[in-house]
């Protein structure tokens, strides 16, 4: 059993802050890399940041470099994406996604697992 559980959007105005959260269950942290994707209406699902503990490596967007980070809380089996000075842009529905592999993928069709996404909206 994998799940994943995204949590934390919600209403924001520009250039304030959000932290999501994806809470993983029933895989092993080291060996799944996780990504968060977002979608807006009429737009294609695009890769916001990945984390892949095994390598330590992250990756970024060229669009949220800067203003996003991604860190773990091995303790909790918890990723979380800390967006600061939001754009409405950044607005979309959020997933949080992974899947076994040695490091990050960036396509979403890569991934095997999907949490339920979490509305973002940052108004202008």
């Known amino acids: 059993e994998v799940q994943l559980q995204a949590s934390g959007g919600g209403l924001v105005q520009t250039g304030g802050s959000l932290r999501l959260s994806c809470a993983a269950s029933g895989l092993t942290f080291d060996y799944y890399p996780i990504a968060w994707f977002r979608q807006a209406p009429g737009k294609e699902r695009e890769g916001v940041s990945c984390?892949?503990?095994?390598?330590?490596?992250?990756w970024y967007a060229d669009s949220v470099k800067g203003r996003f980070a991604i860190s773990g809380d091995n303790a909790r089996n918890t990723v979380y994406l800390q967006m600061n000075s939001l754009k409405p842009e950044d607005s979309g529905v959020y997933y949080c996604?992974?899947?076994?592999?040695?490091?990050?993928?960036?396509?979403?069709?890569?991934?095997?697992?999907w949490g339920r996404g979490t509305q973002v909206t940052v108004s202008s």
């Open positions: 996604a992974a899947v076994r592999s040695s490091g990050c993928r960036l396509r979403a069709r890569s991934y095997d697992y």
């Open positions: 984390f892949a503990r095994n390598t330590d490596s992250t």
